[in-house]
């Protein structure tokens, strides 16, 4: 058996990462009927993904699709002044997966 994506098995992406992103937007669905069903809200403007599954490539998109409301990818560093030391497109890469550290850290700026 060849393997690909990191000695992952060829058929990963189709077996395994697909479904897994179908079954992401479904709970996302759930979750967004369960909020309209249980508050005044009946949509929502925009959904902001956050966390390391935010970094699966296209998933904004896919989301975007199937539920028809714009998706964007959280990046709480987008309005920061970056040191110049700092790599910005590592940073923008991880930024999703940081959003709690963020938090945490400006509530000492408050």
Do not use: W
Request: charged share 15%; hydrophobic share 40%.
């Amino acid at each position: 058996m060849a393997k690909k994506h990191g000695g992952l098995p060829d058929s990963y992406i189709t077996d395994v990462l697909d479904p897994f992103k179908d079954v992401m937007c479904q709970q996302i669905g759930r979750s967004l009927q369960f909020f309209f069903s249980s508050s005044s809200q009946h949509s929502v403007d925009q959904i902001i993904l956050s966390g390391g599954t935010s970094s699966l490539p296209g998933i904004d998109a896919l989301l975007e699709e199937k539920l028809g409301t714009p998706t964007a990818i959280a990046n709480p560093f987008s309005q920061m002044t970056l040191a110049a030391k700092i790599k910005a497109q590592a940073l923008s890469n991880d930024a999703p997966a940081m959003m709690i550290a963020t938090g945490l850290a400006l509530r000492s700026f408050d």
